[in-house]
């Protein structure tokens, strides 16, 4: 770099004493004793070999830049991102011997887990033993210590480390499935979901108690644009939807992509519901909950990614908050099942879905989410396009609600005149 500027700067100051050049006779100048600086020097190489423009037009297109040509052309400008179907290699930050404190460091941490994998080796070696003598509590204790071993032999590993932050994490593995609960738990995705939970009065407005397990994820269709002219067909983005936000109606059309991070390598089941808790119910004057979806035994494990459903079971309706009503809360469940046998679950009809009672249903299936499993919400309002939902889905006529009339005491008196 410090050559090329260099170069330049004496180009520069070449082209400026030849232009001072030209005020003065063409005997007072010796351009052969002094020789050209290398920029200057190279232009004059590459302007005798390139053949003279024949017009006027050869001479502007020679001037026009030219497009970049060869295999820099196709590189792309964005990195593309890091998943499984696109993995990539850990790579020290920092050369070798550029730090020295950070080569120590990095020894030291193989060290340690080169001495713990020992220890690690040694206690399934016990393990096996006390297996085959039968000493019960010698087993529980060696399990529980091979248990942490597994995760404190890797953990402090810088690539196992950056793989767990980028997506890449074997779920087969403990220290993998321990790092990333432990991100799940304490980087605040399970706070917020917790308070929005709380804050939005579902617990305990919908169900007692809720200690969920692992990481549900729901990706929705990104907001149309506001402009109704730039509404087309095109196909929108789905992305992730943070608990407790507002979404429109026409993003909810269809069911959520659904994304689970579990911790448990066994295959459980688990039951899903999406329950609107704020459909309105005038003969009681309260509100009343409706039923969106239901799917019960749902296998899940920590290779589970991505949620698919095999069948259709409750089919989904999509969010219609009716006219005249507040915010609408809608909540997702994935509820363990207790015991490894599936359940058997009636279909619901369209009359069984209003006034679904979560707490009596729980009780008949022998569903407890305080006990695990993953939740998730968000909030929904009345526009314009929950009508086309009642057409089109529903096919029932919109119920318009609005605040009570006030009683008018004086509506008689109104009636009589006053100064006769």
């Known amino acids: 770099m410090f050559a090329i500027r260099q170069a330049r ?6 082209l400026r004493a030849r232009g001072n050049a ?6 007072t100048v010796d351009h052969s004793s002094t020789p050209a ?19 006027a037009n050869e001479a502007l297109e020679d001037d026009e830049p030219k497009k970049r040509k060869g295999p820099y052309k196709f590189w792309p400008t964005t990195r593309p991102s890091i998943s499984l179907e ?22 030291y941490i193989k060290r340690d887990s080169s001495r713990l994998s020992a220890e690690l080796t040694h206690c399934k070696t016990q393990l096996e033993a006390a297996e085959k003598e039968g000493n019960a509590s010698e087993v529980e204790r060696l399990k529980e210590k091979v248990k942490i071993l597994e995760v404190q032999s890797e953990i402090n590993l810088p690539s196992v480390r950056w793989k767990a932050r980028n997506g890449l994490a074997d779920m087969s593995k403990p220290v993998y499935r321990h790092l990333l609960e432990q991100r799940w738990r304490e980087e605040g995705d399970l706070d917020l979901l917790m308070e929005r939970i709380h804050q939005m009065n ?36 789905y992305e992730k939807v943070e608990p407790g936000v507002y979404l429109l109606p026409e993003q909810t059309r269809k069911p959520p992509m659904m994304y689970a991070t579990v ?71 994935l509820v363990p099942q207790t015991g490894e046998q599936p359940i058997e679950v009636p279909h619901f009809s369209e009359s069984d879905r209003l006034g679904f009672d979560y707490r009596d249903f729980a009780a008949t299936y ?28 529903l096919k029932t006529e919109e119920p318009v609600f609005g605040r009570m009339p006030k009683v008018d005491y004086y509506k008689e008196m109104k009636k009589v005149k006053k100064y006769i």
Do not use: C
Request: hydrophobic share 30%; charged share 20%; glycine share 4%.
């Open 9 to 14: 700067r004496s180009g520069i100051s070449a």
């Open 22 to 27: 030209t005020l003065q006779t063409p005997e």
């Open 37 to 55: 600086p290398p920029l200057v020097q190279a232009v004059e190489a590459e302007s005798s070999t390139k053949p003279a423009a024949s017009n």
């Open 86 to 107: 696109r993995p990539r290699e850990y790579n020290r930050p920092i050369g070798v011997g550029v730090l020295p404190a950070y080569d120590e460091a990095l020894a």
């Open 202 to 237: 579902v617990v305990p407005d919908m169900l007692p108690s809720l200690h969920p397990s692992f990481d549900l994820r729901l990706n929705f269709p990104e907001p149309p644009p506001e402009d109704i002219r730039l509404r087309t067909r095109v196909k929108r983005k």
């Open 263 to 333: 911790f448990h390598t066994d295959t459980r089941l688990y039951t899903l519901l999406m329950v609107d808790l704020d459909v309105p119910d005038p003969e009681n004057e309260t509100f009343q909950s409706y039923l969106h979806w239901m799917h019960p035994n749902i296998p899940l494990s920590s290779s589970t990614t991505a949620i698919t459903l095999q069948g259709t079971h409750t089919k989904y309706i999509p969010p219609h908050p009716q006219k005249g009503t507040p915010y609408h809360r809608y909540v997702m469940l």
């Open 366 to 393: 022998g569903l407890d989410a305080s006990q695990g499993g993953g939740a998730h919400m968000w909030r929904e309002v009345w526009d314009e396009t929950v009508t086309k939902i009642y057409q089109d889905v």
